[in-house]
């Protein structure tokens, strides 16, 4: 075998080693992963109520891809830090400018608008547990059952107010006990705030002297307001008892008291002392 023979066989050798090791490491090699880059964003670290205002203790944050990154999203704890939730956050959910009061604050006041006014009405018994279906945010028109009016004695219905928001609504049983500690009645108590224009809140204040309030439940797309006139019992043709305006009274005449019956007759005679003494 001559030299030249030998140097061929070597280099073949060689460069199949070689593209065999090539092979094998780009089989083996892993693809690099694009780097995504992210930016921290405010979560809810536990479920927060509608309502509650917002402390470090119930936020965090997490890092989310940038392109993911969804608008109004906070990036900072200090953007959401005494500021109240307008709806419940769940855990690990973000925290958006959209779900947060506008101004730094909680409770009931922070959901009123500018302008506006909170006012509160309370209804017992079966009253309150028609109102058991209003929820917030619903629209309720506002109804006076008066017993008297200026025209009818018998009273009626007005229409106090129509289309007005539902900003909360409260529920509580009340007990009452006997001396012995027995209870002898419960009755359920439901307070429903509206939000209600400043004039608007005085005349529920002057309907609520004149008689009991109720709510009538609107559907979510009906924003009609239409003109009511107080709802008498000269309006409801079955009705058997008819109104009767209460200019109709007729007036009795108060009777002449009857004269005191005059005293009975008692006869006097003279005696020795001067003195008189009756028979």
């Given at each position: 075998m001559t030299l030249r023979?030998?140097?061929?066989?070597?280099?073949?050798?060689?460069?199949?080693?070689?593209?065999?090791?090539?092979?094998?490491?780009?089989?083996?090699r892993t693809p690099e992963t694009p780097r995504l880059e992210t930016v921290p964003v405010v979560v809810a670290a536990v479920d927060v109520k509608a309502g509650t205002k917002l402390t470090r203790p119930v936020l965090r944050l997490r890092d989310v891809p940038r392109d993911g990154l969804p608008a109004g999203a906070l990036q900072r704890l200090e953007d959401a830090v005494d500021r109240a939730a307008e709806v419940p956050l769940f855990k690990d959910e973000l925290v958006l400018e959209a779900k947060l009061t506008k101004g730094i604050g909680a409770g009931l006041a922070v959901h009123v608008p500018k302008g506006m006014r909170a006012k509160a009405?309370?209804?017992?018994?079966?009253?309150?547990?028609?109102?058991?279906?209003i929820r917030p945010r619903d629209h309720v028109d506002v109804k006076c059952i008066a017993e008297h009016l200026p025209n009818d004695e018998h009273g009626g219905v007005i229409t106090v107010l129509q289309n007005v928001e539902v900003a909360r609504v409260d529920n509580r049983m009340e007990t009452a006990t006997s001396e012995d500690g027995k209870v002898t009645e419960q009755r359920e108590v439901r307070t429903v705030t509206l939000l209600v224009q400043p004039v608007q809140a005085d005349h529920l204040e002057l309907a609520e002297k004149l008689g009991k309030l109720s709510l009538h439940l609107r559907n979510g797309a009906d924003d009609e307001s239409l003109t009511t006139p107080p709802v008498t019992l000269d309006s409801i043709p079955s009705f058997p008892v008819k109104a009767k305006p209460a200019g109709d009274k007729k007036v009795v005449p108060a009777s002449a008291p009857e004269p005191e019956p005059a005293p009975p007759l008692r006869i006097f005679r003279s005696t020795s002392e001067g003195s008189a003494k009756p028979l």
């Amino acid at each position: 075998m001559t030299l030249r023979t030998i140097l061929v066989v070597v280099l073949a050798v060689v460069f199949g080693v070689a593209a065999a090791v090539y092979a094998s490491t780009a089989l083996n090699r892993t693809p690099e992963t694009p780097r995504l880059e992210t930016v921290p964003v405010v979560v809810a670290a536990v479920d927060v109520k509608a309502g509650t205002k917002l402390t470090r203790p119930v936020l965090r944050l997490r890092d989310v891809p940038r392109d993911g990154l969804p608008a109004g999203a906070l990036q900072r704890l200090e953007d959401a830090v005494d500021r109240a939730a307008e709806v419940p956050l769940f855990k690990d959910e973000l925290v958006l400018e959209a779900k947060l009061t506008k101004g730094i604050g909680a409770g009931l006041a922070v959901h009123v608008p500018k302008g506006m006014r909170a006012k509160a009405i309370t209804m017992v018994g079966p009253a309150a547990s028609v109102a058991g279906g209003i929820r917030p945010r619903d629209h309720v028109d506002v109804k006076c059952i008066a017993e008297h009016l200026p025209n009818d004695e018998h009273g009626g219905v007005i229409t106090v107010l129509q289309n007005v928001e539902v900003a909360r609504v409260d529920n509580r049983m009340e007990t009452a006990t006997s001396e012995d500690g027995k209870v002898t009645e419960q009755r359920e108590v439901r307070t429903v705030t509206l939000l209600v224009q400043p004039v608007q809140a005085d005349h529920l204040e002057l309907a609520e002297k004149l008689g009991k309030l109720s709510l009538h439940l609107r559907n979510g797309a009906d924003d009609e307001s239409l003109t009511t006139p107080p709802v008498t019992l000269d309006s409801i043709p079955s009705f058997p008892v008819k109104a009767k305006p209460a200019g109709d009274k007729k007036v009795v005449p108060a009777s002449a008291p009857e004269p005191e019956p005059a005293p009975p007759l008692r006869i006097f005679r003279s005696t020795s002392e001067g003195s008189a003494k009756p028979l």
